[in-house]
Every structure is written in C-alpha cells, then in structure tokens.
C-alpha cells in the first residue's frame, strides 16, 4: 500500500499492476485498504495499491448502505436520489459538491452527489466492457460502472477533481450526456484551500454554476436564473483561464 501525493493518478492509468484511489472519507479508505490486503496478501496479486490521503480536516461521515461495492468500483452516490443534476466529484472536492448541491437547492434544483473514490477503475472498467462489446457483437452488450450508476438519468452532469481535467475526461464519454468536467490544470499559488480552489475553478459555487449552464443549454432552466447565478457566486466570465497561466 503506498502512500502519495495525487497528481499521478492520470500516470497510473497506463500500468495495469497499479490500482490507484482517492477516497474522501475514512470508509472508503478502510474498504479499499481492506479489499488492497485481501488481493495481495490471500490472494497473492503482484500489485501496487496507490492511495492519495490528503491533510484537509473535515467532519467524517458513517458509510452509506450498500456503498462498498460503489467505493471498489470506483463511483457511488453519496446524497440524493435523483436529482435533476448530478455531482460527480473525487477526494476532498467531494466536499466542495456537498456544499455546491445546497448553493442549487437556493434555485429550487435538487442535485445527487456522487464520490468517485477512482477515475482510473472507472476508465478501466469502461474500456474493458467497449473492448467486450466490440469482439462480442452478436451478445447483448454490457454497461459499464458508470452507465449502470447513471442508467435512466437526465439533467446536468458535472465531475471534478483535484487532478488535470484529462484524468475525470477520460470517463466522461460513459455518461448518458456528455459531462461538464472541471479539473485543475495550471499552476496554483494561493493563500488558502478556498481561494486556490475558486482560481483553479473546482468550488462549490462554480460546480453549481456550471450545473445551472448545462440545465440551460437543455432548456430545462431559464436564462434569468443563470444570470441571476453568475451575479450571486461571483463568477467573473473575463476571468483568465488558470491553465494558460
């Protein structure tokens, strides 16, 4: 089991030994730690478990039922039961969804939160079940994790993370609708968890504000209320990209 700094989750994709997490609360590090020893220690498996466990304190909250096999997997819904937007979000941004899905429920939209405790077991499991369905035409073709998640569900969907926006990309076409995905490419320099956040553009308010885009884009939220959004969370739209920074 090794312990390390996250940004090399989008590496780990392209080693088939390595299976890489990061979990937001202390269950699902104790689910993924406890099925990591099953695997290499009774089962023998030649594998690198690689856990990102980040310093940020915060409230943690007992497991959901029924969430362990979500938490191995990779996605599981953390709060709601469908809603018309859908918070997808890895490690402590899990937080920043919480907080995003009660900046909605100001504008009368009910969002679900789920914790993508491995994007990389995600894409791994899609690209196996499209290499599945490819050399097996004439079967009726498997879902992957996160179309079995999301199977029936409309509205907006937005994932983000702490990582470059290629690592949540890589799933993304998975989704019953295509994703807003919010990442943090660039360089960071700021004060505080807060502000380093709002620069790379992964809060709570521009998750929530991009959720409200997307329900408008589908006509399901008047402009006004988009406006009235971007006004209210401080979304400056001449803001500079923090990836060209």
Same mark, same amino acid.
């Given at each position: 089991l090794q312990h390390q700094d996250g940004h090399s989750h989008l590496i780990a994709?392209?080693?088939p030994h390595v299976v890489a997490y990061d979990p937001a609360f202390g269950y699902e590090l104790a689910v993924v730690i406890r099925e990591g020893i099953r695997r290499m220690c009774e089962r023998e498996e030649d594998l690198i478990y690689y856990l990102t466990?980040?310093?940020e304190?915060?409230?943690m909250p007992a497991m959901p039922d029924g969430a362990e096999e979500g938490i191995l997997r990779g996605l599981y819904r953390l709060r709601g039961e469908g809603g018309q937007v859908h918070l997808c979000a890895s490690g402590s941004i899990v937080l920043e969804a919480l907080k995003a899905r009660?900046?909605?429920q100001e504008y009368d939209i009910e969002a679900d939160v789920w914790s993508a405790t491995s994007w990389q077991q995600l894409q791994r499991d899609g690209a196996d079940v =499209?290499?599945?369905n490819l050399r097996h035409s004439q079967e009726i073709s498997r879902l992957s994790?996160?179309?079995q998640c999301f199977a029936g569900a409309e509205g907006a969907f937005v994932v983000a993370s702490d990582y470059v926006k290629a690592l949540p990309d890589a799933v993304a076409r998975y989704f019953p609708r295509r994703p807003v995905v919010l990442g943090t490419d660039g360089f960071g320099r700021s004060e505080s968890r807060e502000a380093l956040r709002r620069f790379f553009e992964v809060d709570a308010g521009t998750m929530a504000f991009a959720a409200l885009v997307d329900l408008w884009r589908q006509g399901l939220v008047p402009g006004e209320v988009v406006e009235r959004a971007q006004e209210?969370?401080?979304?400056?739209? =001449?803001?500079?990209?923090?990836?060209?920074?």
């Open positions: 994709v392209a080693y466990v980040q310093n304190t915060y409230a009660e900046i909605l =499209e290499r599945w994790w996160v179309e209210a969370l401080g979304i400056d739209p =001449e803001k500079v990209n923090p990836a060209t920074l």
